[in-house]
């Protein structure tokens, strides 16, 4: 971002399919989550759009039974990071200005995974995003086509 100093280690990680761990205050559960980045070029747009990963995935399929197709299921076996069964709802899709994340990753408020999400779930959670019809198409905008 021109003029604001982005932290070194926040630079060189930010990338579509990183991931990271913390606790984000729209959520239910006060407990810290993985979260993945789902921005095409993060570091060039202003707002981060990160993807909340939890383990309640018969919650999310039951909520959203009607649109299933944006709904991205893992386990470890695709991601070793993850400990169990887990789901994404591309539908809600947690935004945070670049700034204020990266005042929490300097405050050791971010725990970053050294290891990016796999390309065919980065593809998975691209095409799930464009499918849902509630996100805004400015959201969409900051997300590559599958």
Do not use: W
């Not at 239910?28 to 980045?37: C, E, K, L, Q, W």
């Not at 970053?112 to 799930?128: G, I, N, S, T, V």
């Amino acid at each position: 971002m021109a003029g604001e100093k982005i932290d070194q280690k926040l630079s060189l990680s930010l990338r579509e399919g990183t991931v990271y761990y913390f606790a984000h205050h729209t959520l239910t559960s006060p407990d810290p989550h993985y979260f993945i980045v789902v921005n095409s070029d993060p570091l060039k747009q202003k707002v981060l759009l990160l993807s909340v990963v939890t383990s309640q995935v018969e919650k999310v399929r039951l909520r959203r039974k009607a649109c299933l197709e944006t709904l991205v299921e893992m386990t470890a076996a695709d991601f070793d990071v993850l400990t169990k069964s887990s789901i994404v709802d591309c539908n809600d899709l947690k935004e945070i200005a670049l700034e204020v994340f990266n005042g929490n990753f300097v405050a050791n408020k971010i725990k970053y995974f050294a290891k990016d999400l796999p390309a065919p779930l980065r593809k998975a959670l691209r095409k799930a995003i464009h499918a849902s019809t509630i996100l805004t198409d400015e959201q969409k905008a900051l997300v590559a086509k599958p």
